[in-house]
């Protein structure tokens, strides 16, 4: 038996090594898709056997005989042990975001190969170590968020540091995320409208929740998701009437501000009416969306026509600039490895976990998941022709603002670029949009390639419209949930700190507070999304590495935190574990940092392109109508430059901290103190838990 | 015989399953707290249905409960 089950193993290292060798080689003209799922698929089975195993007994010596904090100070409200498998959709739907979907999307402008190797490798070696470590170190905590647990185990300013990164990088994320949705909404009145009905659809599932049926969270979500299908369906109608398309017909910046009031609105408003009914809205549809994906994928197995690699590893690329390192890694932020995914570990899961050995599967698990759908959604990008690709998401300051010229310039990028004006036409019709140019933010160019894969699967060209704006709506559904929960929580972060100044500020039922806080936070992200929205070359250029940078650097954060608590549990000889990670991520952000304020491409680093701008206007170049607006960009550039500089000195004064402390532990001059909570043994067997 | 088994079998995993989807989602947390209270309450108020639900929505959002 022993033998059938190493021989088993062997097999699957095999056909793993063997996929990862075939669309790390192949140099043809289309690849089958199958092969990424199987790479994927065998490394993700080799790395949960062998590596978590590995961290599970030498390093973290995962003991089931001690008891969780679920099962000690079980409440039924905050602490409720909870099965393995259910914990591991919590955990797994909490993390899964945007990110992973958007982030692969536009580093397929580097090739497949590079993106696909990170997402397999960053998540065995990276992401999920992350994930497992810290959601260990909170359990053994009493649930410590990581902000706790670095001013426990680092220092004080350590603390200090995580709360005030955690809050700028979700300014920064909302921002971002915001303008993905601006992007994929803009001129098109069928997205628009499937997206506004979903906020009549929630207030009327809250008051279903609030009054008639509290707490029904099932029936009501499937009344929910049967009324956003309708309102897909119904997009359709509302596009082909001329009067009604040109109500849901909004310019970027009207999106902008539109966005702005809804994230105003579902922050200041009571949690029960809005917020948390779309959460559940969302929570149905992206599983359903992810399952039905990969299906797709199985059945369909599309071709990949994008090269393995791309001339723009060289840093040249139209849908953002710089090279492929340190920008492969950043843009990939999420489906690799993600610091925010930091705070679900040491948010509520560590609260509901049953069991620490529980803890290899959700934490390790959960986020080999994510990466596979990363992986999912570089297939789907690369699997339309890369002429297509491009011509999504390239800015019109790029390549060109007309068809013609644009298709012109992306075909004379080579062969494997070939694209004309007429087919551009033709696929936007197909999708029911007027156009598909200038789309940029990987959403649209994402929904492209999973309704191509779903239309194939069900329905073929002639449902090719609804499937592309059921992908949209999916997408736009849950950045809007994180949109609208992120604004709330860091509404409480700007009330928590507000109250170390006074004290009144921090009542999160005082109605000026409130008023107050949503505002800043709201004008804070709300910034980010207009100098995305009016930036010539799209936003996305500056913002989304902004965005995987303070990502990163919060990735970083945590994993500091956990060398630091592995070096106190004296586990020295494993340190590599976690210092290696943290290291590659420390050296990548600085690196993007660095290029990111001081390349002297104007299209790479803030700096020059605000001096470039400064130039123009010195020399009477920029005319009196447009003076105001170029100062503003160089103010904007100046601002990005600013954020990058302050969160890497952030990372960088807390690696200093936990460096002299390794360093005074190391040498006996400090002693190793855990703030673990004591041992009890657990009084349970594994039937009465409902193994 | 077989086909009862197999009959019983089929419904105790879709049994499962309606109760996996049900605790994942939420709508059976209200059963799990009454349970949880009658266990370790130690003589504190039993909320209702609707109190719990509004309870546990200002808990979840106001910490970082989904992420990018």
Known sequence: ?691 | MRDDRTISDAKTFALRIWRGVREWCGDAAYERYVVSHAKHSCGAVLLNREEFYLEQLQKRYSRVSRCC
């Open chain 1, 1 to 691: 038996m022993k033998f059938l089950a190493a021989a088993a193993w062997i097999a699957v290292a095999l056909g793993g090594a063997v996929a990862l060798g075939k669309i790390a080689l192949y140099r043809g003209e289309a690849i089958s898709a199958t092969w990424f799922v199987v790479a994927a698929v065998c490394c993700y089975l080799v790395a949960y056997r062998l590596y978590s195993a590995f961290i599970a007994a030498k390093l973290l010596a995962l003991d089931d005989t001690r008891a969780t904090p679920a099962e000690r100070l079980d409440d039924g409200r905050d602490f409720v042990p909870t099965n393995k498998w259910v914990l591991f959709g919590h955990h797994f739907a909490a993390i899964a975001g945007p990110g992973p979907l958007v982030g692969p999307t536009l580093a397929a402008q580097f090739g497949y190969l590079p993106g696909t190797l990170w997402l397999i490798a960053g998540c065995a070696f990276a992401g999920c170590v992350q994930d497992f470590i810290i959601l260990f170190c909170s359990i053994r905590r009493d649930g410590k968020t990581l902000g706790e647990m670095a001013r426990d185990e680092v220092s004080k300013r350590g603390g200090f540091i995580a709360q005030i990164a955690v809050l700028a990088i979700m300014v920064i994320l909302l921002g971002v995320v915001a303008l993905v949705i601006v992007n994929a909404l803009k001129s098109s009145p069928w997205a628009t409208f499937t997206l506004a009905m979903t906020i009549p659809i929630a207030l009327l599932l809250g008051l279903y929740l609030r009054f008639l049926r509290p707490g029904r969270v099932l029936e009501a979500s499937v009344i929910g998701v049967a009324l956003v299908m309708f309102a897909v369906v119904a997009g359709q109608w509302v596009a082909d009437s001329p009067a009604w398309a040109h109500v849901f017909t909004f310019s970027g910046v009207a999106l902008a501000f539109i966005l702005m009031a809804y994230g105003f609105a579902a922050s200041a408003l009571p949690v029960w009416l809005l917020l948390a009914p779309r959460d559940y809205l969302s929570a149905f549809i992206k599983a359903g969306a992810i399952f039905s994906l990969a299906a797709g994928i199985l059945i369909v197995r599309p071709e990949v026509h994008m090269p393995a690699l791309t001339k723009f590893i060289d840093g040249t690329g139209p849908v953002f600039a710089g090279k492929i390192f340190p920008f492969c890694f950043i843009t990939i932020a999420c489906g690799a490895i993600s610091g925010f995914h930091s705070l679900i570990s040491s948010g509520t899961t560590p609260k509901m976990i049953q069991r620490e050995g529980h803890a290899r599967f959700i934490g390790y698990g959960a986020m080999l998941l994510e990466s596979f759908v990363g992986v999912m959604a570089m297939v789907a990008a690369c699997a339309m022709p890369p002429g297509v690709y491009f011509a999504i998401n390239s800015p019109p300051a790029v390549v060109g603002a007309t068809p013609e010229i644009a298709t012109a310039t992306i075909s004379s990028w080579g062969h494997h670029y070939q694209v004309d004006a007429p087919t551009m036409a033709t696929l936007a019709h197909s999708v029911g949009e007027q156009s598909l140019f200038n789309r940029i933010g990987g959403a649209p160019s994402l929904a492209v390639g999973m309704a191509q894969i779903f239309s194939n699967t069900i329905g073929g060209e002639k449902l090719l419209s609804i499937w592309y704006h059921f992908a949209i709506m999916f997408e736009a559904l849950f950045i809007l949930t994180v949109l609208d929960a992120g604004t709330r929580v860091g509404r409480f972060m700007v009330q928590e700190l507000g109250s170390r100044v006074w004290k009144p500020f921090g009542r999160t039922s005082w109605l000026p507070g409130v008023v107050i806080s949503s505002a800043l936070i709201v004008g804070a992200w709300g910034y980010f999304l207009y100098q995305g929205v009016v930036d010539p070359l799209g936003g996305i250029n500056s913002l989304w590495p902004l965005f995987g940078i303070s990502n990163q650097l919060l990735a970083a954060v945590a994993l500091v935190v956990a060398t630091t608590i592995l070096l106190k549990m004296g586990k020295l000889r494993w340190i590599w574990v976690t210092l290696g990670p943290m290291a590659w991520l420390v050296i990548i952000t600085m690196t993007a940092s660095w290029q990111k304020i001081f390349d002297p491409s104007p299209r790479m680093g803030f700096l020059s392109a605000a001096k470039g701008m400064a130039v123009q206007i010195a020399a009477g170049k920029v005319p009196a109508a447009k003076l105001a607006d170029t100062q503003r960009l160089i103010f904007n550039q100046r601002l990005d430059a600013v954020v990058t500089a302050v969160l890497a000195t952030m990372v960088l004064v807390l690696l200093v901290e936990a460096l002299m402390q390794w360093a005074a532990i190391l040498s006996k001059r400090r002693e190793a103190v855990l703030h673990e909570s004591p041992y009890v043994a657990t009084a349970w067997t594994a039937e009465a838990e409902g193994d």
